[in-house]
């Protein structure tokens, strides 16, 4: 490292706070220049990358860290009137940005001055607005760790539930030292860990965002010329109440006592002392039924990740999704099971929705499986479910699910949710809400402790054959069937 540059460094933090500088760039004309260049390219990539990640024109944007608006220009013709706000720590480059880029664009009535204010401390609550999506491009590449901590928190405290913070950074692999410098391809750009430019592990992003209200997804490449990386923040929605620490903190010992449904995680998805049971047993079938690692996986109803300790690590980063509106036995999965750093290394995506949406990962699945979650829908939402998971399934896709069947008696269970409570259906129940959904279905004859499972397809030519589902016992060694 030039020791030079590196006494320079500790006298500031980023380039970015030295403002006299920055001032006198933008009053030589350099606006562009100083922000990075690439103008058009990355201006227009930011809307492009943002699109493809589900921006609306209906969604507030808040843009961090945005500069002279090299991609606020494209947000603003983008978005409805007054819906882009930015917060920057250079004025001179807000100026710039809102009198001579929107300006010649013709889209300053679409932005009111005030929505770009000055902010060091990424405050954006002066706004009196919450936020459906918030980005900070080209931020965290001149930040340290501590400043990148308070920016999640600030921005967590005006993000609507389910809002989504883009950030990208230069990425240090995980197993290197962090000490060393890295030059990333394709420009040969070098980043360090204590200087501007930073570089990050992902992992980095997981510790600073525990004990937020934030579930880090990682993107990856996403076509940006000097190599960055993106980053997602997924703001948690408040669905559940949080269960008393008291029971929650029980060890597993303690908790085998307790009722299915008490407030612990082993306990919330079902009796405590069959959790291992059936999260090895769902494994088990869905590598029967064909799954391999690089296939993607919805574990709808995922709780307390009683199948994800075991699919996350078999499957490849990215294709385990979990959706379940309780986002503490998520938390409690990672922390008492599976252990956070397999966030950094699986990538799994997880969802607080609680509509019965299967679409909200905007992916398609080779294996939907619902474990414990037909036992105690009504119909209404037994139709959502199987409706939406039909959408989101490759055509070789697989939906597996368990539920209780009752002998043929035409009672319809009541509409609702019935945790713990459970309901039951018949087979022509079940058989006519699948045909209602367009899906094809067999009763598998794998062992399940307390129901049976089925298996759903869009070609009932491509069921199981009934030669193969003789093999498929499930049968446990010491357990009664």
Same mark, same amino acid.
Do not use: C, P, W
């Given at each position: 490292m030039n020791p030079h540059r590196a006494s320079d460094a500790m006298t500031r933090i980023s380039f970015y706070s030295d403002t006299s500088?920055?001032? +006198? $760039?933008?009053?030589? /004309?350099d606006h562009r220049t100083i922000v990075g260049g690439l103008w058009d390219e990355i201006g227009a990539l930011q809307l492009d990358t943002l699109v493809a990640h589900g921006l609306k024109p209906h969604h507030r944007l808040l843009d961090v860290g945005c500069g002279a608006l090299r991609g606020g220009v494209h947000f603003v013709r983008?978005?409805? +009137? $007054?819906?882009?706000? /930015?917060?920057?720590?250079?004025?001179s480059l807000l100026d710039a940005g809102y009198n001579l880029e929107l300006s010649a664009a013709g889209l300053q009535d679409r932005l009111p001055r005030s929505h770009l204010a000055v902010d060091a401390q990424f405050d954006a609550t002066g706004f009196g607005v919450p936020f459906d999506r918030a980005m900070a491009f080209s931020l965290f590449t001149h930040l340290p760790l501590d400043l990148i901590r308070i920016c999640l928190e600030r921005v967590a405290d005006v993000m609507t539930p389910g809002g989504i913070f883009h950030a990208t950074y230069f990425e240090a692999p995980e197993h290197r030292p962090t000490r060393l410098p890295i030059q990333h391809a394709p420009t040969g750009l070098t980043t360090y860990a204590g200087s501007d430019p930073?570089?990050?592990?992902?992992?980095?992003?997981?510790?600073?965002?525990?004990g937020l209200a934030w579930d880090v997804v990682y993107a990856g490449d996403f076509g940006h010329p000097r190599g960055q990386k993106l980053v997602s923040f997924v703001r948690r929605p408040r669905t559940s109440a949080q269960p008393s620490e008291t029971t929650r903190t029980l060890g597993l010992d303690a908790a085998r006592s307790l009722l299915a449904g008490a407030e612990h995680y082993r306990a919330f998805v079902g009796p405590p002392e069959r959790y291992d049971l059936i999260g090895a047993s769902q494994f088990a079938l869905l590598f029967q039924l064909g799954l391999r690692d690089h296939h993607k996986v919805l574990d709808f109803g995922c709780g307390s990740l009683r199948l994800g300790r075991l699919l996350i690590p078999f499957l490849q980063p990215g294709r385990y999704h979990g959706l379940d509106p309780n986002d503490w036995l998520i938390d409690d999965g990672f922390t008492r099971e599976l252990g956070h750093s397999a966030l950094a290394v699986k990538h799994p995506r997880f969802s607080n929705n609680s509509d019965f949406d299967c679409g909200v990962f905007g992916t398609k699945f080779d294996f939907v499986i619902a474990q414990s979650i037909v036992t105690h829908t009504g119909p209404d939402l037994l139709a959502r479910l199987l409706q939406s998971?039909?959408?989101?399934?490759?055509?070789?896709g697989i939906f597996i699910f368990s539920c209780i069947e009752t002998p043929q008696r035409q009672v319809i269970p009541p509409p609702g949710w019935h945790y713990p409570h459970c309901v039951g259906y018949d087979e022509a129940q079940l058989r006519d809400a699948l045909s209602a959904a367009g899906l094809h279905g067999v009763r598998l004859p794998w062992f399940h402790p307390g129901a049976v499972w089925w298996l759903a397809k869009r070609r009932e030519s491509a069921l199981p054959n009934p030669s193969f589902l003789e093999s498929l016992t499930g049968r446990v060694l010491g357990v009664s069937p």
């Open positions: 500088s920055i001032d +006198s $760039a933008v009053a030589a /004309g983008y978005l409805e +009137s $007054a819906h882009y706000y /930015g917060l920057d720590i250079n004025q930073y570089h990050q592990r992902l992992s980095d992003f997981v510790h600073l965002a525990d998971a039909s959408k989101v399934m490759t055509d070789t």
